[in-house]
């Protein structure tokens, strides 16, 4: 299996190749060349497999670069019920990622948040944290990995990479922006290789350091600096894993369908589920939800992308999707547009600008519905009132991004028979304010984090400087 970009004018790679970098060096996002196609009989034999079993039948069709012997230790290793101990009571820890009915045959969540930080980027981040070690040890290599963070994505990279040879992580955040519980998840690691540096700034000051230093090649290429962000091929492909899980568990034979709502920002996540489907799973419909930061449900509404600049992007209480710009999208239209990479590559030269793109009046806009998108979207109100629902009605405590997704889902019923199962993307412990909104009442919190807010931090504080935070760097790797 080879990896090609969506702007057709990069060279085609085998996976190991395209791990460590992020963007193909025509810009465009990396897919396979082709979807393989999951048979019927093949499908029957998955129903019963574990995670890890099952995610190896799934992965060993898109990594051949890897002996199979290897990449089944490494999935073993990543998918236990001991990295994804904050199972509920009721759960099955070794599900991994359990279906909780809210209306059995009807409406569920797939729990994606067991794992270490809380929330559905573990899923992937876990693995990745894997297979880094295990390439740059092949490889003779080391990485320091810089990212900026406003708290799910840099924790969710810690935990992954803490301990890991070969790896260090220098993560930004902004000093005193996060929630005491974010800080401590961060700060509280004491593993040498992972350096949290707090920026006496905004999350954007942090962004625009990481951003210079990624910029000066040489100064990228001497200490070996990489990234682990979303458009990260591996992470997408490891999220394909549960959309197959969730359906075996939703289902008791491979004749039903299965619709799923996803909680959506950079497009990652729901993209794993139009793979999923391409390859064959029975998905009737991918019901996309976003917050007030709607560009795509605008899209999958009107066939118009309008990325939004900053000024325009909302601070809203489900802050990992307070997203403008998906940077994930690319992927979707690369395979809306027939896979013609000039078409890409016009519509993002536009994207590129700050502008937008329409595909209403195009062969393309005709093809959307065969896609099998819905969308929708939701605000704080209905956040608050969704969360005092499903605790009500259920007896389930939700975090605001799963109620964007339970919103959604309420507004798209499916056929009988057709159960709809909502990802369940954080744990509502880590936005506790918001439920105290709603509820009143504190959050529920997996007993093993009781009180981390008073263990010992580690973590340096800087000022929002480019050649001190290269210097700090410098001096540490
Ligand atoms: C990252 C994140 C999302 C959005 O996922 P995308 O893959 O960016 O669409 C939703 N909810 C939570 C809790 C997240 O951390």
Known sequence: MRYISTRGQSPALPFCDILLGGLAPDGGLYLPETYPQVSPAELETWRGLSYADLAFAILSKYIDDIPPADL???????????????????????????????????????????????????????????????????????????????????????????????????????????????????????????????????????????????????????????????????????????????????????????????????????????????????????????????????????????????????????????????????????????????????????VDKGGAFDLRGTPYFDQLPSFAFVSGKSTHADRLATIKAVYERYGVMIDTHTADGVKVAWEHPQPAGVPLVVLETALPVKFAETIREALGCEPERPAALAGIEALPQRVDVLAPDVAAIKAYIAARV
Request: glycine content about 8%.
């Open 72 to 350: 089944k230790a490494l999935l073993d290793k990543t998918y236990t019920a001991d990295v994804y101990c904050f199972a509920r009571p009721g759960d099955d820890p070794a599900d991994i990622t359990p279906v909780r009915w809210l209306e059995k045959g009807r409406l569920a969540l797939l729990e994606l948040s067991n794992g270490p930080t809380l929330a559905f980027k573990d899923m992937a981040m876990q693995l990745l944290g894997n297979l880094f070690e295990y390439v740059l040890e092949q490889r003779g290599e080391t990485l320091n990995i810089l990212g900026a963070t406003s708290g799910d994505t840099g924790s969710a990279a810690e935990y992954a990479m803490r301990g890991k040879h070969n790896v260090k992580v220098f993560m930004l955040s902004p000093y005193g922006k996060m929630s005491p519980f974010q800080r401590a998840q961060m700060y509280s690691l004491q593993d040498a290789n992972i350096l949290n540096i707090a920026i006496t700034g905004m999350f954007d000051d942090a962004q625009d350091v990481v951003k210079a230093v990624s910029n000066d090649a040489e100064f990228k290429a001497k200490y070996k600096i990489g990234a682990v962000n979303s458009i990260n091929w591996a992470r997408v492909l490891a999220q394909i894993v549960y959309y197959f899980k969730g359906y075996f568990a939703a289902t008791e034979t491979n004749d039903q369908q299965v619709s799923f709502c996803v909680p959506s920002g950079n497009f990652g996540n729901i993209c794993a589920g139009h793979i999923a489907r391409q390859m064959g799973l029975p998905i009737a419909q991918l019901v996309l939800a976003t917050n007030e930061n709607d560009v795509l449900d605008e899209f999958f509404k009107t066939g118009v992308y309008r990325p939004r600049g900053a000024a325009e992007t909302h601070v809203t209480s489900s802050p990992s999707m307070d997203i403008s710009k998906a940077s994930n999208f690319e992927r979707f239209v690369f395979d809306l547009v027939g896979r013609d990479p000039a078409v890409v590559r016009e519509l993002w030269h536009k």
